[in-house]
């Protein structure tokens, strides 16, 4: 069984800094992507970032090029966020998700994009608050 669980969230200050992580368990292989998603109050859903478990390709989305930065542990099957100089906007649950290759496109994982609907497994969430 698949399972994704988010930690690092918290309140901080505009300009600060925070590192998220999401362990994952019960994948049989390497071959996947995990992507990073938020939901801010009254908003829609957006992706953040992604990361191929295999090439480590990332993917940002404009918002936070620049400031935030994805990474793996391949051997602790663990994906890193992290954000830095964080601004109010950036206030949301963060959920991480991962996507597995599709049937008969095994090589689709070497890339990756954020489209949510992609992502078959999903974390429980965890909260990030920017604020003064």
């Known amino acids: 069984q698949l399972q994704l669980v988010e930690s690092g969230g918290g309140l901080v200050q505009p300009g600060g800094s925070l590192r998220l992580s999401c362990a994952a368990s019960?994948?049989?292989?390497?071959?996947?992507?995990i992507g990073w998603f938020r939901q801010a109050p009254g908003k829609e859903r957006e992706g953040v970032s992604c990361i191929s478990m295999i090439t480590s390709y990332t993917t940002y989305t404009d918002g936070v090029k620049g400031r935030f930065t994805i990474s793996r542990d391949s051997a602790k099957r663990t994906v890193y966020l992290q954000m830095n100089n964080l601004n109010p906007e950036d206030t949301a649950v963060y959920y991480c998700?991962?996507?597995?290759?599709?049937?008969?496109?095994?090589?689709?994982?070497?890339?990756?994009?954020?489209?949510?609907?992609?992502?078959?497994?999903w974390g429980q969430g965890t909260q990030v608050t920017v604020s003064s």
């Open positions: 019960g994948f049989s292989s390497d071959n996947y992507v």
């Open positions: 998700a991962a996507r597995p290759p599709p049937p008969r496109k095994p090589l689709a994982t070497l890339t990756c994009n954020l489209t949510a609907l992609d992502f078959t497994s």
